[in-house]
């Protein structure tokens, strides 16, 4: 998993994957086990970019329906994931439900349609008052709030290890996964793609896929694709661990504030802030602090006399409509999955296999329509209702 | 006696020297990738117990110098402190 190994490599794959988040790993690990030769470039550790810096949420929350479905088959994923990948690395995988709490009637009436959806396709998701909320949550303050819309089967996963797992699996089936190894940029003749250049060295491969979230941009401007995806600052705290009470993953769509307890028993907050600066750079606000912890113990002030361990950013990429884009490029095999607008993490499962599916030409098992790159051009977006 | 390997070097985490030297064994060769595996940094010391001993393991396994190893990121608040005091300045809830 070291860098610096690249060199001595016969420098060629029937698939070069450029980014080493969840989707990119997933992949590695779908073709692999397919049989494709494939290598895999990461500029940092696998996870290092939005997705290790994720809030890794699980849900079936969506309000569309190509959503849920790929929800749905993630959710289907998880609970054997672990020893699906090789039981060497605890994903952490808790379901301990995901709660959208509406404050005006205007988001409930949303969340109600949302739940409808998901109950046409099973997914076993309801509406809540503020009563049963307070009953099924003692600890928290349902003041203001008007209901909420609550999946039980929703829940958490690591994110680092959910990644690192799936590198690791993808390299056990024959995949060569380069952590530490930047991709300078695309190659491309005559309108197709013929590899990448990584160090200065020149890769060939018949298909590419770049999964390589903000980074992605750049990677596609440099064969003249154009990817409508921006960068957008986003910050997490977390909290010394305390005895864990099962606290799921509360969304307050009021402020955009969330939290959720951990298995080790930590706490997670974070809060949507409209004037973060819109960079794919990490970094650190104290004004963040402050806002995260006045609104989240407000719903939850039980939590006032716990510690801050630590806090962090990462970024988002962002697409007009908040929707990933998965499809084949206008460079022929370059394809991309990108764009997942801070929800991407928990569709790994599904990003990996539609990849495979794309790459061997075979029916993908969601119709993906919805996510083509050319919808942009088109004006035929494709929002998201449920995004946060 | 206590085998070195049995050695709890990150207190938090109760992660031990034989793991430490285990993960670095498979490839694992930066502070930070270690501190995603083990949780080694994450706990509420912050790395403060084992930030030091592991990065003397990673300069003997790839034989650089201590110095030349990459610390990993050091993450604020420098200190724990309560959410209360954070939200209100004060500890307590002003609720």
Redesign the interface.
């Known amino acids: 998993?070291?860098g610096n190994k690249a060199q001595n490599e016969k420098r060629t794959a029937d698939a070069i994957i450029v980014g080493g988040g969840v989707h990119g790993a997933s992949a590695a690990y779908h073709l692999a086990k397919e049989g494709a030769s494939v290598a895999l470039f990461e500029k940092g550790?696998l996870?290092?970019g939005g997705s290790?810096r994720s809030a890794a949420g699980l849900r079936q929350h969506f309000g569309t329906e190509v959503n849920c479905r790929l929800a749905k088959y993630n959710l289907e994923c998880f609970p054997t994931l672990q020893n699906d990948l090789g039981g060497e690395?605890d994903l952490e995988f808790t379901q301990w439900g995901y709660l959208w709490v509406a404050y005006t009637e205007e988001s409930m009436t949303q969340l109600e349609k949302n739940v409808s959806l998901q109950k046409s396709l099973d997914i076993p998701s309801e509406n809540l008052t503020p009563g049963e909320m307070k009953r099924r949550w003692p600890y928290l303050?349902v003041e203001r709030m008007i209901g909420a819309a609550f999946c039980a089967k929703d829940g958490h996963i690591n994110p680092?290890?959910l990644t690192?797992a799936y590198g690791r699996a993808a390299e056990k089936l024959g995949a060569r996964i380069f952590?530490?190894t930047p991709a300078d940029k695309l190659l491309a003749s005559r309108g197709r793609i013929t590899g990448v250049q990584v160090a200065g060295e020149s890769w060939s491969a018949p298909r590419v896929l770049l999964t390589a979230g903000p980074w992605s941009t750049a990677l596609a401007a440099s064969v003249g694709v154009e990817l409508p995806v921006t960068s957008e600052r986003h910050n997490l705290l977390?909290?010394?661990?305390i005895e864990p009470f099962n606290c799921p993953m509360t969304l307050c769509l009021d402020d955009g504030a969330y939290f959720k307890q951990v298995p080790?028993g930590s706490f997670f907050?974070g809060r949507d802030d409209p004037d973060e600066p819109k960079t794919i750079e990490s970094g650190?606000s104290?004004k963040f602090?402050?806002g995260v912890?006045?609104s989240?113990?407000?719903r939850i002030?039980a939590?006032?006399?716990?510690?801050?361990?630590?806090?962090?950013s990462g970024p988002y990429d962002v697409t007009p409509d908040h929707q990933a884009i998965i499809d084949w490029t206008p460079v022929e095999g370059l394809w991309v999955n990108c764009g997942w607008s801070g929800h991407g993490l928990q569709f790994g499962p599904s990003g990996g296999r539609l990849a495979k599916e794309m790459f061997f030409g075979e029916k993908t098992f969601v119709d993906i329509r919805n996510f083509r790159l050319s919808r942009f051009e088109e004006g035929d977006l494709f929002m998201e209702p449920a995004f946060i | 006696m206590m085998k070195e390997d049995d050695v709890i070097i990150c207190r938090c985490e109760e992660i031990t020297l034989e793991e430490i030297r285990s993960w670095i064994g498979k490839g694992y060769r930066h502070f930070d990738e270690l501190k995603r595996i083990l949780r080694v940094g994450m706990g509420p010391c912050q790395g403060r117990g084992c930030r030091d001993i592991i990065l003397r393991e990673l300069a003997k396994a790839t034989g650089e110098p201590l110095d030349k190893i990459d610390p990993g990121t050091i993450r604020p608040p420098v200190k724990p402190i309560k959410l209360g005091l954070c939200a209100y300045g004060k500890e307590g809830s002003s609720i």
């Open positions: 998993m070291s550790y996870s290092s290790g690395l303050n680092h290890t690192m952590t530490y977390v909290t010394e661990p080790n907050f650190n104290a602090l402050e912890t006045k989240v113990l407000q002030p939590l006032a006399g716990v510690r801050v361990i630590h806090q962090w």
